[in-house]
């Protein structure tokens, strides 16, 4: 079966690790959040200029003040400091944040990334995912494996206009999670019952599948 939003945003949240500075970008990612490990201390990095952004909040503790790059409303942690957005991404192209969680329209084997345009279709844009993409290490694609019609998003080359070119590592789809090196996909787990043949059928590039691959585990 599929992993759904929540369920996505939680395997990925196992990438989180104690002290690292982690930025969210818009969608899935920002659900990260409601999962870090109890105990671990992390700090999220919003580029609209916040540096300890918590849960998104209940009606109890909702702020409209406060908000995220999304413009979602989210809370704040103990310590958390607010800045200009010029600041927030002198810390992003500085190579400062330890994490970076975007989501995609498509990657490919080659590690590029396309997340900001589909042409005809009104998006959001660019946003700081340019900036990210070129100022982070460690990145981790989060996404749908395949779209509402069932057209593989994990592509020998990607077709629509780049975010990034081979910044890319690191995949996880509602399907599976995918390490990208050697000009290929390679096939690490796969979302609980969902079977490799399906994930096989649903991947359009190369994808290099090991003997055993365990489930992912919750």
């Given at each position: ?6 369920q996505l945003?939680?395997?990925v ?15 899935i990612?920002?659900?990260v ?5 109890e105990?671990m201390?992390?700090m ?6 916040l ?7 209940t009606e109890?503790?909702?702020d ?5 790059a ?8 103990t310590?958390a400091?607010?800045f ?9 192209r ?7 969680v975007l ?9 590029n990334?396309?997340?900001w345009?589909?042409?005809g279709?009104?998006?959001k844009g ?5 900036d990210?993409v070129a100022g ?15 057209n593989?998003?994990i592509l ?38 969902v079977?490799?043949?399906?994930i096989?059928a649903?991947t ?11 489930e992912m585990?919750?």
């Amino acid at each position: 079966m599929a992993l759904s939003r929540e369920q996505l945003a939680q395997r990925v949240a196992q990438e989180l690790q104690d002290g690292y500075y982690v930025n969210l970008g818009i969608g899935i990612p920002t659900l990260v959040a409601n999962y870090i490990p109890e105990g671990m201390e992390v700090m999220l990095q919003s580029e609209n200029g916040l540096l300890g952004m918590g849960e998104f909040p209940t009606e109890e503790t909702l702020d409209p003040d406060l908000i995220n790059a999304g413009k979602q409303t989210v809370t704040a942690v103990t310590g958390a400091s607010f800045f200009s957005s010029a600041e927030s991404f002198a810390m992003i192209r500085g190579g400062h944040v330890d994490l970076t969680v975007l989501g995609a329209f498509e990657v490919d084997v080659q590690g590029n990334i396309a997340s900001w345009m589909i042409p005809g279709k009104l998006i959001k844009g660019m946003g700081g995912a340019m900036d990210l993409v070129a100022g982070a290490d460690n990145i981790i694609v989060t996404m749908m494996h395949a779209d509402k019609k069932g057209n593989s998003k994990i592509l020998p080359q990607c077709t629509l206009p780049l975010t990034g070119a081979g910044c890319i590592k690191k995949v996880v789809t509602d399907l599976a999670y995918l390490e990208i090196k050697e000009g290929a996909f390679h096939l690490v787990e796969r979302a609980p019952g969902v079977s490799v043949e399906e994930i096989i059928a649903k991947t359009e590039a190369q994808l290099v599948v090991p003997d055993h691959v365990p489930e992912m585990a919750f």
